[in-house]
């Protein structure tokens, strides 16, 4: 079946670092444009990232830019989030997905379970 998993979510400090991955099974990622996005509690889902697979272009949430980094390893079958200088803010239940472009949207087909960033002192 295809699959999407979600991985490398912890509890981190302020000022620390995680890099999420995403990893699929049954398709091959670079097929695809991935988008992360996280959902807080009572909160509704944000868009946060996205890699395109056309031209690699990226997006980033103002609120992340600067901090986070979506990249590709095609030898893997993985994208990553690399989640530098993290704030209380960003704790999160983190997800990836796929869609033909990348959009804003949550038009995306597959979807991963989700791993839990917490940002706490």
């Known amino acids: 079946q295809v699959q999407l998993v979600e991985s490398g979510g912890g509890l981190v400090q302020p000022g620390g670092s995680l890099r999420l991955s995403c990893a699929a099974s049954?398709?091959?990622?670079?097929?695809?444009?991935i988008g992360w996005f996280r959902q807080a509690p009572g909160k509704e889902r944000e868009a946060i990232s996205c890699?395109?697979?056309?031209?690699?272009?990226?997006y980033y949430l103002d609120s992340v830019k600067g901090r986070f980094t979506i990249s590709r390893d095609n030898a893997k079958n993985l994208v990553y989030l690399q989640m530098n200088s993290l704030k209380p803010e960003d704790t999160a239940v983190y997800y990836c997905a796929t869609a033909e472009v990348c959009s804003w949207s949550d038009s995306y087909r597959y979807w991963g379970q989700g791993t839990q960033v917490t940002v706490s002192s």
């Open positions: 890699i395109s697979s056309s031209d690699g272009s990226l």
């Open positions: 049954g398709f091959t990622l670079d097929y695809y444009a």
